[in-house]
């Protein structure tokens, strides 16, 4: 019988190099292989009777490590999962830089309408800047009497624009249209609020309208440029009015949302998430699409009647911007609710000086 190395006891020994660290060997998974699960450190909780009398600090210690830090009956506090505030934004995230960048915006661009008005009006288009031999404060006087002469907000310009206001407004709550829900609102537990949208039949009656009393002689469409500078000042202005009145009404009835504590951030983001006017006319929906592409399309259409009043013609340039404008508006107007269940102001922008100045 045959004995082995090992049966003989002379299995030769592992050379072993003094100084040397060994290195690891490799461990093979297959592919299918399922990783360990992680072994989970068992709760023990340490009785209180255990707690030496003398209570000293390194035999605490080493019973809490023991007992991963509890006391036997001791339940761990539970995370807190309620609802936040949705009347304060406190992560401190502020859009447009801050109270700052807001202000610079209600200012700058305020002025800069009034800056490229003067430079269509008065300089054939270029940028208004101090002639030869007149300092700056001359500048600054000679520009301040022609805003007075031509853009001063008359009577006229107020009729006019609030005229249409409540004409669209009008148009809004009891033409034709389609009922539609808006998105689930968080705050208020998920909510769908509705939405009346009737856009399609209040472009094309706007235009009925129009087209009546330009052909009519009541409204001329070009009054539309010649008062340019009255109605644009009558827009400002009426954009902060009704910023003023959204704002306080939704602080004086608790609806505000999403406050910072910053009273010029605030306004310019708006308090109320959906300000809204006899249940359906949602002011939002009315800024997003009515007052602007509307308006814009129209003031096209008074650039054509004067182009074509003063000199027989309209020129390609104006024949393609009221193309453009009227597809773009027609557009909003024919998908208005679409607008509803995609558009990210509904959730999470209130009613605001940006778009009430839209």
Known sequence: MTLTRSQKGITPRKTEHPGFVETPGRKRRSANATPDPKPEKPVVAIDPSEVPEDNTEVQVQALLAKSNGRLKGQQSAPESKGPKDSKRDDSGHFEFWGPWGVSVIMIGFTALMYYMWLGATYYDGYPPWPSTGENFMEFLEHTGHLLYEGAFPSLRAVTIYWAFFIFEALCYLYLPGVMTKGKPLPHVGGKQLDYYCSGLWSFYVTILVMGVLHISGIFKLYTLIDEFGPLMSVAIISG?????????????????????????????????????????????????????????????????????????????????????????????????????????????EQSSTCLCRH
């Open 240 to 348: 902060y009015i009704l910023s003023i009145m959204f704002y306080v009404s939704a602080i004086y009835r608790g609806a505000e949302h999403r406050m910072t504590g910053y009273l010029v951030y605030d306004f310019f983001m708006g308090a109320e998430l959906n300000p809204r006017i006899l249940g359906l006319l949602d002011f939002k929906m009315f800024f997003e699409v009515r007052i602007p592409w509307y308006i814009l399309f129209l003031i096209t259409c008074g650039a054509a009647t004067r182009q074509y009043e003063q000199f027989g013609w309209i020129s390609g340039e104006i024949a393609f911007l009221i193309m453009a404008h009227f597809l773009y508006a027609n557009a909003c107007s024919k998908g208005e609710e679409l607008i509803v269940t995609t558009w990210y102001v509904v959730r999470h």
